[in-house]
């Protein structure tokens, strides 16, 4: 195996801490090399020439059992124990009390699956790495109690001599933040050094990766360069001395463009070439880069080259990350993707949009999942296209004045503080309430006042009759930031009235018949809004105000009645861009359809929205809906509750990337009605929350009974801070426990009093009150159905009744009161059942003693008849102490008049019985 494929290797098992993998493109020319002591290689040597060493790459085991963890019990206690050996007979043990023992294969208890919260990301690779796990798990008390660590680690690594073998250690050493146990692994101390140099680096430590690269040979490890690149400008910032890695530098400066653009920042003489000079050398650098199949190191070019002019012939021939760099330096629109600007550095960044590169499209503002940065640059480059959360989320304050000014929000803009945005903003607010002060002109932004100058002209002329035309400018109708004070001052009946607009000025008559719309929308002129956003409808070009004019309508059509009509406006819409109010209103719009169809078309929303979070939202309203009407108006191919039209809508949903809290919702709905599906883990098996508490508790409900959804609910309570979400689907089934056990108490066939002490044994109740509770009615419906069936309670049961009735006995007055009468139903169907086979075992008795005079009365003593009526007088007299053992206990709980005195009697009969059985025994 090659050097680089063993790099990569460790790559892959780089610690918690630390990326899978690096992301920092390579400018460093592709070849293997020796771990042992960093020299390159031919691919697919064997042995490097160098120091002899040979070139494996870390190894991995085979599955094997060692450091397979099992519990055994010794004496009163069960106790963990670690395997290690592969026997195939018997098994070499060590057990955490540090005691070793050899037990058969044949008799060992099924595998533990111990969950370490801060362990490896990955699986160890190899035996002895499962066994060093355990090492620093106990040695951090995840495992209590644990082992000895030392004692694991000894015998992991004692006896390791293998260099490929320990090369998978020393991955899996790095995989757990073991790095301080690899002076202990049989490998050079410069391998040593370079696993620790490449650590550093994923973890952002920048000191300790500039202090092993300085330990490493100058002409070795040629993929340091790499780290070197990866910290550098922070290690510059950080003040780090870089002295000792110029060296290093230096021995690679003739062959690889990396170092050479490193040394380049560190002796800058070379800005003061001559351009040309410059420009050659910076042709030189794209050349070698492009040769060596580099990408470009995006960090590092920025330090070496931004204050150099790009040529943009240069320009256009540089690898991926140095196109960044020169879009930094020239407006260079198209140049750069969304991919490239979310990797940048924010400052960087701004210099990158200041310059003019950064343009929407190519991927921004373009969809509605966008990440944090995508937001950041529409609110640079179009912070119109923002929503008012992003905005502020953002703080964009100029974009929140001019919102405030566009929605007439005086107090928002008063509340802004000041700036000379806000206050022109202001200004154009108090022009739209007609009110025109002294110095409102120094305010507003001089690139504006000529269109002001206008609208002041016409307020002070509005009161005219009829409306002087020619105060309505060119200027003004060609603004559209003043568009909103114009219809304020004027009025949109009467500037819709003016000849000419919407031939000369069709984007104003567009804009103008949108917000008649809404404003016939505010004052409940239905039909009126629906004319006006019809009449927008016929002038609109642009995809937004269609979209708008179409959802205006479809308000309007809504309120008039016309579901039908209403729901093909916002389809119209939709086909066009999705967006939140869209989705909300087609939801809303859906409630007026028949069953059918809304089921059809909130289904359509739920798959055809282009962002999962609106995917989402539809898929909530779509549940919502559907639970609040009559569900046997919908219709379903397989006859369950949930329409077809969403049932597999929400099947693909529960797979995708949704959020934990989403898949909990549907899942539940799932869970309830379509089970059968929901109830096999395959099905959901691409949801990244498919081995959750919520996948396994809304399966578990999937069951034909309650005892597995009581089991994962007690197990989630008992591994502590149970979610919220738990705790109320525990109380919902408390309730309901409560409900149906008071209802069925006295049904025969009623099990549910088996789920109530279920819900105790699993340690599912909140108090202490609780569980008397559940315990008495468990008791006493359990013990109903079982006496009815004719079957005797187990003494078990007799047991839980005693430890219960002590437990009720403690409660505080008001919960023992609370709970009294019910502790005596429950002790009196206990001992009704009881009695009953008592009743039996007292007759037989009685049979035993007189079958005993009937043949013995006569026969003289010795002979063989008169020695069985004496063994059948031993007996009925055992037979009668059992009865009275068993019968007297319940003298003493019993409150039940008639039952009390039918156990006094068996008792007094037993104790007659004994009696005259001593007598002839005697």
């Known amino acids: 195996m090659g050097e680089q494929a063993g790099f990569e290797e460790v790559d892959s098992a780089g610690g918690r801490d630390a990326p899978v993998t690096s992301t920092v ?25 160098a120091c002899g060493a040979a070139t494996v790459g870390a190894a991995a085991d085979p599955p094997g059992t060692v450091g397979a963890v099992y519990e055994l019990r010794r004496g009163l206690r069960k106790r963990l124990a670690v395997r290690l050996d592969d026997g195939e007979d018997t098994a070499h043990l060590l057990l955490t009390t540090g005691e070793a023992v050899n037990v058969p294969v044949a008799e060992l208890p099924p595998l533990e699956q111990l969950s370490l919260r801060d362990g490896p990301a990955v699986e160890p690779r190899t035996r002895r790495g499962r066994l060093l796990r355990l090492a620093v798990a106990s040695a951090s008390a995840q495992i209590k109690p644990g082992w000895e660590p030392a004692g694991l680690i000894g015998r992991a690594l004692d006896d390791l001599s293998d260099l490929g073998e320990a090369r998978g250690v020393a991955a899996d050493l790095l995989s ?27 973890k952002g430590d920048h000191a300790g990766t500039m202090r092993h690269v300085a330990q490493l040979p100058e002409r070795g490890y040629r993929q340091k360069l790499n780290l070197i690149a990866r910290v550098w400008a922070d290690a510059k910032s950080s003040g780090i001395d870089l002295s000792p890695i110029l060296r290093h530098l230096a021995a690679y400066g003739e062959d690889e463009p990396l170092a050479a653009l490193l040394l380049r920042s560190e002796f800058p003489g070379a800005r003061h070439d001559d351009p040309e000079t410059v420009r050659a050398g910076q042709r030189g650098i794209v050349e070698r880069l492009t040769a060596h199949g580099g990408r470009g190191d995006l960090r590092t070019a920025v330090e070496v080259l931004e204050e150099r002019d790009i040529d943009p012939v ?35 960044l701004d210099d990158v949009i200041d310059a003019g590169s950064v343009l929407l499209g190519d991927g921004i503002g373009s969809r509605g999942d966008e990440t944090w940065r995508e937001r950041y640059i529409r609110s640079r480059v179009a912070p119109e296209s923002l929503s008012d959360a992003d905005v502020t989320t953002l703080g964009l304050a100029d974009e929140v004045a001019r919102r405030a000014f566009r929605y007439g929000a005086l107090e928002k803009l008063e509340s802004l503080g000041d700036s000379p945005r806000i206050r022109h903003f202001r200004a154009l607010l108090d022009l739209r309430q007609g009110r025109v002060r002294d110095d409102l002109l120094d305010d507003v932004e001089e690139q504006d006042r000529e269109a002001v100058k206008d609208l002041i002209r016409l307020v002070e002329g509005k009161g005219s009759d009829p409306l002087d035309e020619a105060l309505v400018t060119e200027r003004l109708l060609a603004d559209p930031t003043v568009w909103s004070v114009l219809v304020a001052t004027v009025g949109a009946g009467q500037l819709g009235q003016l000849t000419g607009i919407r031939e000369t000025h069709p984007a104003f008559s567009e804009w103008l018949s949108l917000h008649e719309a809404r404003e016939r929308l505010f004052l409940g002129d239905w039909r009126g809004a629906v004319d006006a956003a019809s009449h927008c409808l016929a002038l609109a070009q642009g995809e937004a105000v269609r979209d708008e004019a179409h959802n205006l309508k479809a308000c309007g059509l809504f309120y008039l009645g016309n ?18 109010s869209l989705l909300a209103n087609a939801s809303l719009v859906a409630e007026g359809l028949s069953p059918e169809s809304a089921a059809r078309h909130l289904g359509t929303l739920i798959r055809e929205a282009p962002t999962l979070a609106m995917r989402v939202a539809a898929a909530h309203r779509a549940v919502l809906i559907w639970r609040s009407t009559d569900a046997s108006l919908w219709r379903n191919s397989d006859e369950s509750p949930l329409p077809d039209a969403f049932q597999d809508a929400l099947r693909e949903l529960v797979n995708e990337q949704i959020s934990l809290d989403d898949f909990r919702r549907f899942a539940h709905v799932l869970a309830l009605y379509d089970g059968q599906w929901f109830s096999d883990p395959s099905n959901t098996a691409a949801s990244p929350h498919n081995d959750t508490l919520e996948a396994r508790f809304y399966r578990a409900r999937t069951a034909p009974d309650l ?38 108490l006295d049904a025969p066939d009623s099990t549910f009093g088996y789920v109530a002490l279920a819900m105790v044994d699993r340690g599912v109740l909140a108090d202490d009150y609780d569980n008397c509770l559940f315990n008495m009615l468990g008791i006493a419906s359990t013990t109903y159905h079982l006496t009815d069936k004719g079957t005797t309670v187990g003494d078990e049961l007799v047991a839980r009744l005693h430890v219960a009735r002590t437990a009720a006995a403690n409660l505080p007055g008001d919960g023992r009161g609370r709970i009294r009468d019910l502790t005596e139903l429950a002790t009196r169907r206990v001992a009704l059942n009881r009695y009953l086979p008592l009743e039996r075992e007292f007759n037989r008795s009685v049979e035993l003693y007189n079958g005993a005079l009937d043949l013995g009365r006569y026969e003289p003593p010795g002979t063989p008849a008169y020695q069985q009526a004496l063994a059948r007088t031993r007996e009925a007299l055992a037979v009668a102490r059992q009865v009275r053992e068993a019968a007297s206990p319940w003298l003493l709980i019993v409150e039940h008049d008639g039952l009390r005195t039918d156990y006094k009697e068996i008792v007094t009969g037993a104790q007659d019985i004994e009696r005259r059985c001593l007598e002839i025994l005697s």
């Open 563 to 580: 579901y039908l009509s209403a729901m093909q406006e916002l389809t119209e819409a939709l086909e066009g861009a999705y967006s939140e």
């Open 25 to 49: 493109p390579s400018l460093v020319a592709a070849g293997d090399f020796c771990r042992a002591c960093g020299a390159d290689l031919e691919p697919s040597v064997g042995r490097c020439d």
């Open 707 to 744: 005892f597995p959804t009581v089991a994962v609910m007690g197990e989630a309570i008992a591994a502590g801070d149970a979610p919220a979400w738990l705790l109320h689907e525990r109380d919902s089934l408390r309730q309901v426990a409560i409900d149906t056990l008071f209802d069925d």
């Open 176 to 202: 757990m933040g073991g790095e301080d146990l690899l002076d202990r692994l049989p490998l050079s101390a410069a391998e040593v050094t370079w696993l620790r140099a490449y650590t550093c680096a994923c």
């Open 314 to 348: 240069v320009a256009e021939s540089l690898p991926q990350g140095l196109r960044i760099l020169a879009a930094r330096q020239m407006a260079a629109p198209g140049l750069l993707g969304s991919a490239e600007l979310e990797r940048l550095d924010p400052a960087i």
